[in-house]
């Protein structure tokens, strides 16, 4: 094998000297972004901080009061795991994080709770264990959300229920999104759909697919975070009381779901 030289060799990588290369230079990582113009996402980023510093009252602001209760609530050691699950989704505004007019996964939830408690607790445990992958984990909840509803339905065979709500992934994202807020986020496919439409990705997602989704996100918030003036303007449409005030990829997913509305 001929030895290596130039800067390979060291482990040193070339720095571009143009503005224009150093960004490219720095998007390079990010598969997705091979199929994305770049300058779509800085002109859309120019255009949400544009909207955030004239909207009067941010329309999902509650997500983040959403959040401020999971962190303050989740505790599966207690002695009534349904009670704390019920006030880790609480908000003053809204429940359509978790309840619309026929999606209760909440409600449904909260059964299990009460039906099973230790196989939903490990449920729970292995969903949120960072040391395996997430699209394992995901599919194994889902799978022990499909036994828990058969069982339950053996249990109560007069029962109306006969649907978990979690299929279309976003309240399983949720959990992870409060659970870890600077790893994961909100999921809604719809949205996630439109605004990689509205980036000009090639490759658009026809079905669910939560690990690129993650991804995107984190992306996007690297760019996001790199801008830094997106990030203050949000922090002032907070209650530093009644809001989450750490860090959060709910900006990230704030500014896909205006992406995909633009």
Not at 1 to 18: L, T
Not at 46 to 72: G, I, M, N
Not at 220 to 234: H, N, Q, S, V, Y
Not at 241 to 262: I, M, P, W, Y
């Amino acid at each position: 094998m001929p030895p290596c030289h130039g800067p390979e060799a060291s482990g040193r990588v070339r720095v571009p000297s143009s503005p224009q290369k150093r960004f490219s230079a720095f998007a390079g990582p990010f598969l997705f972004l091979q199929n994305m113009l770049l300058a779509k996402i800085q002109s859309t980023i120019t255009a949400y901080k544009k909207w955030l510093s004239e909207v009067r009252h941010h329309p999902f602001a509650h997500k983040w009061e959403s959040l401020q209760h999971f962190q303050a609530n989740w505790n599966p050691d207690t002695s009534d795991p349904a009670a704390m699950f019920d006030a880790c989704f609480q908000n003053s505004e809204t429940r359509r994080l978790w309840q619309t007019e026929h999606w209760f996964p909440k409600k449904m939830m909260l059964e299990f709770w009460h039906f099973d408690p230790m196989t939903l607790r490990l449920m729970f445990d292995d969903l949120f264990n960072e040391t395996r992958e997430v699209e394992g984990r995901v599919g194994r909840f889902l799978f022990g959300c499909d036994s828990l509803l058969k069982d339950y339905r053996q249990a109560h065979p007069l029962s109306p229920e006969n649907n978990h709500y979690h299929d279309d992934y976003r309240m399983i994202a949720l959990y992870l999104a409060f659970r870890y807020p600077e790893s994961y986020a909100p999921y809604d496919f719809p949205v996630f759909q439109q605004a990689m439409t509205q980036f000009g990705a090639r490759d658009i997602p026809q079905q669910n697919d939560l690990p690129r989704y993650f991804k995107v996100i984190r992306t996007l918030m690297t760019f996001l975070e790199k801008d830094g003036e997106a990030e203050i303007l949000m922090k002032k449409r907070l209650h530093p009381k009644r809001h989450f005030q750490g860090k959060t990829l709910l900006l990230a997913e704030d500014f896909c779901r205006f992406v995909a509305n633009t």
